[in-house]
């Protein structure tokens, strides 16, 4: 299909794509960093029993006591990945 | 203009899968407005609800990224994570509008007009850097003359013809993607 493409509807086409809000795009790309931490903090618990447990009983504390501060998404599939396991 | 700019969604998701992260950090800046689009343009979510959205269609996106069988359908497969994203979280808050009545209304004119604006800003790309920095921050930043002026170090009263030139290159551009194949002689 050909499209004419007026000044006035090229000026609403480019406006509707506006940018998204710079910290949840910066976010977003943190994720493979974000997943290195689950995936270290996941093994660890698979091989040291205490931290397992400390981890279980209250997931928040034990992993602002290993300096810690995970994305909230991030805690909410480690909390599943503990529960299943 | 990187050289990850200029992958095919294709290889831009095979590079992904091996765990590249600057790959991944293009996927999300070149889908970062279209998902914000459907979100707020589309569905019309409270910043609060498009926020969270849109950090679960990438989160998910992310994760399932294996899942996705066919690299070039990332788009597709991208739009339909963020509907149903949208849609669960117009159902889990307080709106008394059915969901189906609020799936029915977004899935016509309004993505439409995202995908047709989507492909505008493919066409951008292929403008030169000072035209897709000037239309970028006339239109979706909404910056004015006057700060586009001081941040360029351009003349203001020069602005309004800057702009009109590069629209002029865009239709030239998007019309030359519209023109039917055969018989373009390329």
Redesign the interface.
């Known amino acids: 299909m050909t499209r004419s493409y007026e000044e006035e509807r090229l000026g609403k086409l480019l406006r509707l794509l506006q940018p998204a809000p710079p910290s949840w795009v910066r976010a977003a790309q943190e994720l493979p960093y974000a997943r290195r931490t689950f995936d270290e903090i996941v093994a660890r618990a698979e091989a040291d029993l205490a931290f397992r447990q400390a981890l279980i009983a209250d997931l928040e504390r034990s992993l602002a006591l290993e300096g810690d501060k995970p994305d909230r998404r991030i805690v909410a599939e480690l909390r599943e990945r503990l529960s299943e396991s | 203009m990187t050289a990850l700019s200029t992958l095919s969604d294709a290889d831009l998701v095979r590079r992904c899968r091996t765990?590249d992260?600057e790959a991944?950090?293009e996927l999300?800046?070149r889908y970062?407005?279209?998902?914000?689009?459907i979100c707020v343009?589309g569905f019309r979510l409270s910043d609060e609800d498009a926020?969270d959205v849109?950090?679960?269609v990438?989160?998910r996106a992310?994760?399932r990224l294996e899942t996705l069988r066919d690299g070039s359908a990332l788009k597709p497969w991208l739009a339909q994570l963020t509907r149903h994203r949208c849609l669960d979280a117009i159902a889990s808050s307080s709106r008394v509008e059915p969901v189906e009545e609020v799936a029915a209304d977004v899935g016509s004119g309004d993505m439409e007009?995202?995908e047709?604006?989507?492909a505008?800003?493919e066409a951008?790309a292929g403008l030169s850097d000072a035209c897709q920095d000037i239309?970028?921050r006339f239109?979706?930043?909404?910056q004015s003359y006057r700060t586009i002026s001081h941040e360029l170090d351009i003349p203001a009263g020069t602005i309004a013809s800057r702009i009109?030139r590069c629209?002029g290159k865009?239709?030239s551009e998007?019309?030359g993607r519209?023109?039917?194949a055969e018989g373009s002689g390329e």
Not at chain 2, 139 to 142: M, N, R
């Open positions: 765990g992260s991944w950090s999300v800046e970062s407005r279209y998902v914000y689009a343009r926020e849109f950090q679960d990438f989160t992310f994760l007009e995202i047709e604006a989507f505008v800003r951008v239309l970028d239109f979706a930043q909404d009109a629209l865009l239709r998007l019309e519209n023109e039917p």
